[in-house]
T-cell receptor
Framework: AQSVSQHNHHVILSEAASLELGCNYSYGGTVNLFWYVQYPGQHLQLLLK??????LVKGIKGFEAEFIKSKFSFNLRKPSVQWSDTAEYFCAVNLANTGFQKLVFGTGTRLLVSP | NAGVTQTPKFQVLKTGQSMTLQCAQD?????MSWYRQDPGMGLRLIHYSVGAGITDQGEVPNGYNVSRSTTEDFPLRLLSAAPSQTSVYFCASSYDGSSYEQYFGPGTRLTVT
């Protein structure tokens, strides 16, 4: 079965540290890739997405993600985190042209940034 | 625009009770979905709709019913609540099925005792 893995369930960083959250998927074929973020007490919102083209994708709030096809990975990065980045981050994947209903979410990574 | 709204925010039910979780959006989106979020499980799709009058099952539909009589509203009905349905429920909408940019509601935290 197709699956999405986020191996880091909890990450604790100090402000200004660099962040990398892992996301791996098990699909064969062309994929669409997403990162969503859920800030405390708020709803999920889209952070960035990759459909095709440049495998390095820039998102909001200084986040970026790199698609490495050979590794089936779409890791999320930020050079210097802030306290306001404390949130839960979800990777999501589906096969291209299959529709939003086929989107599969990872289990999430809770990030805590200490001031 | 209010975006996607959900009521109630919190609910406690006894096993066997029924209830309806409300979801509404004011963005004229055709596509709407219901997800449940459980610890260690990520978000899983319960039911979805691609327009008024059209619904379909997602990954975990058992024990839930939906209907879509208007573009704006997409209620989720629990027919006979079970402890396994204790979860956080999110409604989402998007303006088409290919953009994948879904707008999520604030969630309903449901506990079934």
């Amino acid at each position: 079965a197709q699956s999405v893995s986020q191996h880091n369930h909890h990450v604790i960083l100090s402000e200004a540290a660099s962040l990398e959250l892992g996301c791996n998927y098990s699909y064969g074929g062309t994929v669409n890739l997403f990162w969503y973020v859920q800030y405390p007490g708020q709803h999920l919102q889209l952070l960035l997405k990759y459909f095709s083209g440049d495998p390095l994708v820039k998102g909001i709030k200084g986040f970026e993600a790199e698609f490495i096809k050979s590794k089936f990975s779409f890791n999320l990065r930020k050079p210097s985190v802030q306290w306001s980045d404390t949130a839960e981050y979800f990777c999501a994947v589906n096969l291209a042209n299959t529709g939003f209903q086929k989107l599969v979410f990872g289990t999430g990574t809770r990030l805590l940034v200490s001031p | 625009n209010a975006g996607v709204t959900q009521t109630p925010k919190f609910q406690v039910l006894k096993t066997g009770q029924s209830m309806t979780l409300q979801c509404a959006q004011d963005m004229n989106h055709e596509y709407m979905s219901w997800y449940r979020q459980d610890p260690g499980m990520g978000l899983r799709l319960i039911h979805y709709s691609v327009g008024a009058g059209i619904t379909d099952q997602g990954e975990v539909p058992n024990g839930y019913n939906v209907s879509r009589s208007t573009t704006e509203d997409f209620p989720l009905r629990l027919l006979s609540a079970a402890p396994s349905q204790t979860s956080v429920y999110f409604c989402a909408s998007s303006y088409d099925g290919s953009s994948y940019e879904q707008y999520f509601g604030p969630g309903t935290r449901l506990t079934v005792t």
